[in-house]
């Protein structure tokens, strides 16, 4: 029961900081620190703490979003299952770059399944989509995974002894 706190505590930290980032500087700087927490859930505890992430990010996300409910909640635990399915491939222990590297693919992925959900439900231009938010985000959330993920990993080393 205390881990299921802690990863709350962790996800509502990433999505108010989300929030402060894009009300400071908009939507050319609001990386995803909710898809960094479950790509790290994943990596540091397992799949099953990846999923828990998952299931709170989407939950948090969608209970604000003005989009379909549930959007957000099925597309973070495809990602959370991919993720951990890339890791047997991409990530190496120890390796900063493979972190990195299983972001970027986890975030292209999260956008690729939003936008189609998206698409079902209202016509929206990919050119437009694709300019505006589809390649900031996913570059910013790339750059940003290795310094979210050493503090990431600094506080809960301390959490979970």
């Not at 479950?38 to 999923?51: D, K, P, Q, S, T």
Request: glycine share 4%.
């Amino acid at each position: 029961m205390q881990k299921f706190f802690i990863i709350l505590l962790f996800a509502l930290a990433c999505f108010f900081i989300e929030n402060i980032l894009f009300q400071l500087f908009g939507i050319w700087f609001k990386p995803n620190l909710l898809l960094i927490l479950i790509v790290f859930f994943n990596l540091f505890r397992g799949i099953r703490y990846g999923i828990l992430a998952a299931l709170m990010g989407g939950f948090l996300l969608d209970s604000f979003s003005v989009r379909a409910l549930g959007l957000n909640t099925f597309s973070f635990v495809v990602c959370a299952y991919l993720a951990s399915l890339l890791k047997i491939f991409i990530y190496q222990p120890g390796s900063q770059a493979s972190r990195i590297l299983l972001v970027f693919f986890v975030a292209v992925i999260n956008l690729t399944i939003q936008y189609v959900l998206h698409v079902l439900t209202t016509p929206l231009d990919f050119s437009v989509a694709f300019a505006r938010v589809i390649v900031p985000e996913i570059l910013i959330t790339t750059v940003m995974a290795a310094y979210v993920f050493e503090r990431l990993k600094r506080c809960a080393l301390r959490l979970f002894a």
